[in-house]
């Protein structure tokens, strides 16, 4: 399970894996889908790794997207696992984790999503 080339999710968001290294250290871009609805957003560069394939079959991987945004600082954080079903074809399983940047301590609570 290699995480080059394109991913699209079932809300319709993009990840392009360009770059996958020997140290199994990836780079790319990273798109939302329409049910983002923020049409702020740009296409983002994202940096992540994968365990070593040749070591595990189904890798566990993550990643970061620093997002490019016109207004705010968002990071998110994807952590996940590729599987492979007995026809060969490859699905991402992933976890994320948003924070938004805020102006004091106060309003920190509100900052993560």
């Given at each position: 399970?290699?995480?080059s ?14 770059t ?20 702020e ?14 070591l595990?079959?189904q ?5 970061t997207v620093?997002?490019?945004l ?10 996940g696992?590729?599987y ?5 074809e ?16 106060a309003e ?6």
């Amino acid at each position: 399970c290699l995480l080059s080339g394109s991913w699209r999710s079932n809300t319709g968001c993009r990840m392009v894996v360009s770059t996958l290294g020997k140290d199994s250290r990836f780079s790319g871009s990273y798109l939302p889908g329409p049910a983002a609805g923020d049409s702020e957003l740009l296409t983002s560069p994202l940096e992540g790794s994968q365990q070593d394939t040749g070591l595990v079959p189904q890798p566990i991987f993550s990643f970061t997207v620093n997002w490019r945004l016109r207004e705010a600082a968002r990071t998110t954080i994807f952590l996940g696992q590729c599987y492979v079903d007995t026809n060969g074809e490859e699905t991402l399983h992933a976890l994320w984790l948003l924070r938004e940047a805020t102006d004091s301590p106060a309003e920190d609570w509100k900052a993560t999503r």
